[in-house]
């Protein structure tokens, strides 16, 4: 997989589908997620294949369920690796987490206990995922509201073993950072030391609810000044990496969108500069062939 720097992104919703191909809005690409569009036909696939015209895009998926003790869905797979096909994304990306046991889904994303026997499990099945499909996979750090009496290492070890060992990629959310040392009493600026640069390819930003003693990752409200903060730390360790804000609920207009992505590539110009972000973005679309949307 080649690491490329795509700019300042969103994640495509269907709220926003008839005013992305109308207005053609400067959004650098888009973030589908993956199980929105297993169906064949209709009209998802009609605005995906008319916005993927205009636009670069990246999978997102939340129903691998890589740290489940069932077996890999090879079903799952099989649908996954159709859509890859049809959409040709950058790259295709999940969470490092485990959604169900035992052929029930959950509907969450459960956090692993983070120790050797974990890691070995969760590897093989990555390796397995990336041989079907035929590429390296992203992984994401999930929030989380628990841990395990049996975990011998910290959530950031896990994650860089894993994928050290299975030789994948990691989306780095930053807002789960947050609202996991919120709500788990760590440093969060512990976490981002101990990942190595070369594995992240992807940043994600979103809202959250805040309770006070806890932290829910909600993706339902702007983004906050301490996840703003941290998103400039990470700026300052990973360099230009490619940028996304999901919103999930309480959808707000494009345009309200776009100004928070504004927010995000300033903070970006002013950490590394706009020159660096300009020729980074520009190489990667020369690379690839695509255009300044």
Not at 162 to 189: E, M, P, T, W
């Amino acid at each position: 997989m080649k690491k490329e720097f795509l700019g300042f992104g969103l994640g495509l919703r269907t709220d926003h589908f008839q005013d992305v191909l109308q207005d053609k809005p400067e959004i650098d690409w888009f973030e589908i997620v993956s199980e929105n569009f297993f169906v064949a036909g209709g009209k998802p696939k009609y605005y995906l294949h008319a916005i993927r015209e205009l636009y670069p895009m990246v999978m997102h998926g939340v129903s691998l369920s890589i740290g489940s003790t069932d077996p890999l869905n090879m079903e799952y797979l099989k649908n996954l690796k159709t859509l890859i096909n049809e959409v040709q994304p950058k790259w295709v990306s999940d969470h490092l987490c485990w959604t169900g046991v035992d052929n029930t889904n959950s509907h969450d994303l459960l956090p692993l206990p983070y120790n050797e026997e974990a890691v070995k499990h969760v590897v093989a099945r990555v390796k397995q995922t990336q041989d079907y499909l035929g590429q390296a996979i992203l992984l994401e750090n999930v929030s989380s509201y628990l841990t395990y009496k049996n975990s011998t290492m910290t959530e950031w070890e896990f994650l860089s073993q894993v994928a050290k060992d299975s030789d994948c990629y990691i989306l780095l959310d930053i807002n789960n950072i947050y609202v996991s040392a919120r709500n788990h009493g760590f440093k969060a600026q512990d976490y981002l030391n101990a990942v190595d640069p070369e594995r992240v390819c992807q940043f994600h930003l979103a809202g959250h609810s805040d309770y006070g003693d806890y932290v829910i990752d909600t993706h339902d409200n702007d983004i906050c000044d301490s996840v703003w903060a941290l998103y400039e730390k990470a700026l300052q360790r990973f360099g230009p990496i490619s940028t996304m804000i999901e919103r999930d609920d309480n959808i707000p207009s494009l345009q309200t969108l776009q100004a928070e992505l504004t927010q995000a590539k300033q903070i970006a110009e002013k950490v590394l500069g706009k020159d660096t972000i300009r020729e980074n973005l520009h190489k990667e679309i020369a690379n690839t062939g695509w255009q300044c949307a």
